[in-house]
């Protein structure tokens, strides 16, 4: 990520989520009892004394245990402390000083980045006097807070914004700028694998598990002269799968990361082909008016003949309908395969949605379409389209002045729709129609 970031690293249950919330005024990471919860880092940015950083929560960091999933979490600490420009340490003034803090300790005692020691839950004076003995842990920079009343967070951010140059103010805006990609479709078709493919690093925990990738995670990715920003999403499933909270959090995350994106990559098991709930993110991303491009993983493993393809991308196109015009890729984030081009197609689809067709070349090609296929007459009165114009909006979206704009019917809107599509390229992009009276 461009940027300035710091990571919170700690063992698990010292408050980091409820740090991180707090210096995100916003319930972003997940926050409940079950000890582990915060699984994957998270991202997010802060703002402090006109300055914004990115913060990462890391899982809770518990070294030599023998469970799968404390293993990956101390993989992603280790990638956080490459990946941060600062590190804050946190611990428990509760429980004072753990075995576990003092192995943490000696991995962050090897960084040249900063380090803060983080004393959380000092809540009165005499928490305050008991938590001195963090001072053996032998770090310059110790805060003493509360991340769930606040007392004590300003200092930190404080110095914390004062590591940051004005340079790297500038070089953080200009990411607010990128195009941004979500990755979204069921749990287990493979978001997080094509994520890896694509960076090169096991950025999120990827395992069998279902469900392992709660939360929407911020990939600032610049490889190939190509600079976007990648959102990967907690998987969408089904309602009345939902029955953790947590569950019901990451399909609500999900939808966020519909909205920060410009372009959704949607992916579909090959096998299994596109489900209802596939066409249900498909229209929330049309709603949405979202650039879309789907993607067919685990192509590699289905059995073709000759048209196998081509039949395939018909008979989606066919359950898609009326917004046919989407790219669709096949694809293998296992294999590695043509994951490049999905990201060339999303740059496309990205363009097409940014694109403003003249008014004159507009008008000169709609109103010959027009006039090539009269709309129907309704009531004895024929429908007259004098003049069109695009808006200026975030989705592409035309305004046809015509004599009587409430009779204008779907099939004809269809017409039109298809005539803008075929002469401007809006390969992937939903389109908007609107007639007004002139």
């Keep these: 990520m461009a940027g300035f970031t710091v990571a919170i690293v700690g063992r698990p249950n010292v408050g980091k989520s409820t740090f991180f919330n707090r210096l995100l005024e916003q319930r972003k990471a997940i926050v409940d009892d079950v000890s582990g919860v915060t699984r994957d880092r998270q991202y997010g940015v802060a703002e402090w004394n006109g300055k914004s950083f990115n913060v990462i929560d890391t899982g809770g960091f518990v070294p030599e245990s023998e469970e799968a999933f404390e293993k990956e979490i101390n993989k992603q600490v280790m990638i956080a402390v490459e990946e941060a420009n600062a590190m804050l340490f946190m611990v428990d003034a509760a429980t004072g000083i753990t075995d576990l803090d003092e192995s943490m300790a000696d991995v962050l005692r090897r960084t040249a980045k900063p380090v803060y020691l983080v004393v959380n839950k000092v809540d009165n004076h005499e928490r305050l006097l008991e938590a001195t003995e963090f001072y053996g842990l032998g770090f310059d920079n110790i805060f003493f807070l509360s991340s769930m009343s606040g007392s004590g967070t300003g200092e930190l951010l404080d110095a914390v914004a004062d590591l940051i140059s004005e ?37 999120t925990i990827v395992s069998d598990i279902a469900g392992t990738t709660r939360d929407t995670i911020h990939t600032h990715y610049n490889l190939f002269q190509k600079e976007f920003v990648l959102i990967d999403t907690a998987g969408l499933r089904r309602k009345t799968k939902v029955h953790e909270d947590l569950e019901f959090y990451s399909v609500i995350r999900a939808i966020k990361a519909m909205d920060e994106a410009d372009v959704c990559l949607l992916m579909l098991d090959a096998e299994k082909g596109i489900t209802q709930q596939d066409l249900n993110i498909f229209s ?3 709603k949405k008016g979202k650039g879309i491009v789907l993607l067919v993983n685990k192509w590699d493993t289905m059995a073709k003949e000759t048209n196998t393809a081509r039949d395939y991308e018909n008979e989606l196109k066919k359950r898609i309908a009326p917004f046919s015009d989407v790219p669709i890729l096949f694809i293998s984030a296992q294999e590695k395969v ?39 007459v309704v009531r004895g009165n024929p429908i007259r389209i004098k003049y069109v114009t695009q808006l200026p909006t975030h989705v592409p979206s035309f305004a046809f002045f015509c004599n009587y704009p409430d009779d ?24 908007r129609l609107f007639f007004r009276k002139k």
């Design 338 to 376: 043509r994951i490049h081009k999905a990201i060339e197609v999303a740059l496309d689809v990205y363009d097409n949605k940014q694109r403003k067709v003249p008014t004159s070349e507009l008008n000169e090609v709609m109103l010959k379409a027009i006039a090539s296929y009269q709309p129907p």
């Design 167 to 203: 340079e790297q103010v500038a070089a953080i805006e200009a990411e607010g700028a990128l195009p941004k990609f979500a990755i979204i479709g069921q749990p287990n078709v493979g978001k997080s694998s094509l994520l890896n493919a694509l960076i090169g690093q096991e950025r």
């Design 284 to 286: 929330l991303a049309s």
């Design 408 to 431: 204008v019917k779907q099939p004809y809107k269809n017409y039109l729709e298809n005539q803008l599509r075929q002469n401007f390229n809006f390969t992937g992009v939903p389109v």
